[in-house]
């Protein structure tokens, strides 16, 4: 009886110890995750048409697939961020590349940031206005430059160098975003008005994370700035830890809001660091954050966020958000909050 009970106590132990080094399928990661946003903001149902709801529901989809595609065929995080990210950059509806809204002066200057988990390379531009994709201009920036942010006629000179497409500025013209600018200057002008006060001016990004067969994680993030921005000011989109960050580790970050409290907070960074830190999962991390401590500081906007796991969490508090996610066998498309 005495050997039968030592034998069972020693089976039990060896299931325990099995149990944990052996993973669950269920808690497996996936082969692949995708998250895309194109910009938070005063989104609101009853302000959209019913044309206008559909244009980004189709916009955000293909943007989704595209990505989603490259990682499908065994590419890289990297590849899907820069795909999904430069179709939304030759998209009007969205404040980045071709749909970039106008500074002050009647100029679109374009951002952009990009950062891969693995040995967390970055690199970024600000205040270009002649490349066609910036994303693919701060890849290069971080594949092939020894530094992590260009701004201005230096990254377009190393743009050229390097042989990334430059394109005429008018490429960026819209009308919509033009009338955008004079609406914002002429209630300026009559009233002193802040363009701190209507979040339609000053929120706008697109962005995208994934994660790719081997484990790693990528995060991207491209905008227009805000409408009537003057002096070159440049929002969080190119900073990384404040608008874009990738950490294999913990996760992979693109925000969109108010710039200058995500720059003030580093949002992104700070993200990854209460994973890191406090050991709680993705999701309670960035909703402590978005949700509670930016509301709580003043801060409006949101971010996608995607963990080693393939965990998704997309929270948002300003009226809405552009976003969409995807994993093996599922698929995410929203606009407004509860959806």
């Not at 132990?13 to 990661?29: D, E, K």
């Not at 990682?71 to 995080?77: E, M, V």
């Not at 066609?132 to 260009?150: C, D, K, N, T, Y």
């Not at 994973?275 to 709680?280: A, E, G, R, T």
């Amino acid at each position: 009886m005495k050997h039968l009970n030592v034998l069972t106590i020693f089976l039990t132990w060896l299931c325990i110890i099995s149990c944990q080094h052996t993973p669950s399928p269920m808690n497996a990661a996936p082969e692949y995750a995708i998250a895309i946003h194109g910009g938070a903001g005063a989104i609101k149902k009853e302000n959209m048409t019913a044309e206008m709801d559909a244009a980004y529901r189709a916009a955000l989809d293909t943007a989704l697939m595209l990505g989603e595609q490259v990682l499908r065929d065994g590419g890289s995080a990297l590849d899907a961020v820069c795909a999904s990210i430069e179709w939304m950059e030759d998209s009007p509806l969205f404040n980045a590349g071709r749909g970039a809204v106008f500074t002050y002066e009647g100029r679109n200057e374009h951002d952009a940031s990009i950062m891969e988990g693995s040995e967390q390379k970055a690199g970024a531009v600000g205040g270009v206005h002649t490349i066609h994709h910036p994303i693919r201009l701060a890849r290069a920036v971080m594949e092939q430059s020894p530094h992590v942010l260009l701004t201005g006629s230096g990254a377009e000179q190393f743009a050229l160098e390097q042989g990334i497409d430059t394109i005429d500025p008018g490429y960026f013209y819209t009308e919509r975003r033009w009338e955008s600018l004079q609406k914002f200057k002429e209630k300026s002008q009559k009233t002193g008005w802040n363009v701190q006060e209507n979040p339609d001016y000053k929120y706008g990004t697109v962005g995208c994370v994934a994660l790719d067969k081997n484990g790693n994680l990528a995060a991207g993030t491209s905008t227009g700035g805000m409408t009537g921005k003057r002096w070159n000011r440049i929002g969080d989109s190119p900073i990384i830890g404040a608008g874009t960050y990738a950490d294999n580790t913990t996760c992979a970050v693109s925000c969109t809001g108010h710039g200058e409290y995500f720059i003030r907070y580093a949002v992104a960074h700070d993200l990854s660091a209460r994973m890191k830190y406090q050991n709680i999962t993705l999701e309670a991390a960035a909703e402590q954050l978005v949700l509670r401590d930016l509301v709580e500081k003043g801060g409006e906007g949101g971010l996608i966020a995607l963990d080693k796991m393939g965990n998704i969490s997309c929270p948002f508090n300003s009226a809405g958000m552009y976003r969409a996610w995807a994993r093996p066998g599922e698929k995410h498309i929203a606009i407004y909050k509860g959806e």
